[in-house]
């Protein structure tokens, strides 16, 4: 608080010393323009003696030319009289030349005085202004002055800031771009495909999941079956019916098909059957096969809703897809709108010197290697990768190739 009174203080004897040399200043103007109109009075006295000279020289020409015609009538001519009429000639173009600087002078000393009187008024008025003003306001508008000079200082600093974050946003932007490319040449490599296009990581990623649930739903129908499987290889092991199904004389255990079941039903009504604890017991157990077949039945159907819901799903993605670019499509209108053979990074840099075809190894478990194929982001093989990319690059290589190794 002490330094900012200081400060307002010496910003005051600032502004007091300025209004001292204003007044100066305007007191040196004021005898300037007294001066000058003294001069102006001078110079008014000298155009009027110059204006009565004119009078004099025509007087004296008119003498010259009587005394003329007077030595010319009698034929004499007076060598004095000759040579006052050549000096008073050169009196009088000395005199027109006296004239005209002194109409020089006379218009400068208009405008100096025009002058003058604009700064005399605007002193006049920027000493009213001061004497309106009171000295708070004044010191308000000096705050509000180092304020903003202190915010614009502080906005340059930022916008040096932002543009140092861009270029550094564009930097890192143009690496990914390399890196993108440098995966999807592997990755071409890879999978043996046209190293000319993208690869739709999403694509992929999609159909992966797409087959992952069919799968699932092809395990448990799977499973469905194979517990059918045992539950009728049980039952036939244990008895094997042959010809006609006849109630009341089977027992529990026994296996019928849709045609036998049919001809059952349709051989004779309930009074014809006889009325036994075997029949009874017939009945039951076909009723509880056809409730289980019905739930076997009841399960497929719900297996293949499942499956027609997966199906829906994925044509639903199918159409999204056709109705947006893809993020690799978007990649790839970057790759085509950025010159990457003229990045700083090379696409040699940080990978194997020397990747084959696959090929078994002594052991019988396949090794990867790639034979090196030129790609449109070869570039100088000076220039590296900064070091967190290089080693993201190597790690992706890695994970490809314990993929490909677990899968072989």
Do not use: W
């Amino acid at each position: 608080m002490e330094d900012y009174f200081d400060n307002c203080g010496a910003e005051v004897g600032v502004l007091r010393r300025k209004l001292q040399s204003k007044a100066e200043a305007l007191l040196i103007l004021t005898q300037e323009l007294e001066q000058c109109r003294t001069e102006r009075d001078q110079f008014k006295l000298i155009a009027e003696q110059a204006q009565s000279k004119p009078v004099l020289k025509k007087t004296s020409d008119e003498q010259l030319s009587r005394g003329r015609l007077t030595a010319y009538s009698d034929n004499s001519i007076n060598g004095y009289n000759y040579d006052h009429y050549q000096e008073v000639r050169e009196q009088n173009k000395a005199l027109r030349y006296e004239i005209q600087d002194l109409k020089t002078k006379l218009r400068e000393a208009y405008g100096d005085i025009k002058v003058l009187r604009a700064g005399a008024a605007e002193g006049s008025r920027s000493a009213s202004v001061k004497e309106v003003m009171p000295s708070h306001n004044r010191e308000e508008l000096v705050e509000q002055l180092e304020g903003m000079s202190a915010r614009v200082c502080q906005l340059e600093a930022d916008l040096r800031g932002v543009l140092d974050e861009k270029q550094e946003l564009v930097t890192e932007r143009e690496s990914y771009l390399c890196k993108l490319a440098r995966l999807n040449h592997q990755l071409n490599v890879l999978l043996k495909s046209d190293a000319s296009r993208l690869i739709d990581i999403d694509a992929i990623v999609m159909d992966n999941k797409y087959l992952q649930e069919q799968l699932h739903q092809l395990q448990a129908e799977k499973e469905l079956a194979h517990q059918a499987l045992l539950k009728y290889k049980s039952m036939l092991d244990k008895k094997r019916n042959k010809g006609v199904v006849k109630l009341g004389s089977q027992s529990s255990t026994m296996v019928v098909t849709h045609k036998q079941v049919q001809e059952l039903l349709e051989r004779g009504t309930s009074a014809q059957l006889p009325n036994t604890e075997a029949t009874l017991a017939d009945l039951k157990s076909l009723c509880l096969a056809l409730l289980e077949a019905l739930q076997d039945k009841t399960l497929a159907l719900a297996h293949q809703k499942k499956a027609n819901k997966i199906l829906a799903s994925r044509i639903a993605d199918l159409e999204q897809r056709l109705g947006r670019n893809t993020p690799v499509e978007l990649l790839q209108q970057n790759l085509s709108s950025v010159d990457v053979t003229s990045l700083p990074f090379s696409l040699s840099d940080g990978l194997p010197e020397k990747i084959e075809s696959p090929k078994p190894s002594s052991d019988g478990d396949p090794s990867l290697v790639i034979e090196p194929t030129t790609n449109g982001c070869d570039t100088d093989t000076n220039d590296s990768l900064p070091q967190d990319i290089q080693d993201l690059v190597t790690k992706a290589l890695q994970e490809i190739q314990e993929e490909n190794l677990k899968s072989n």
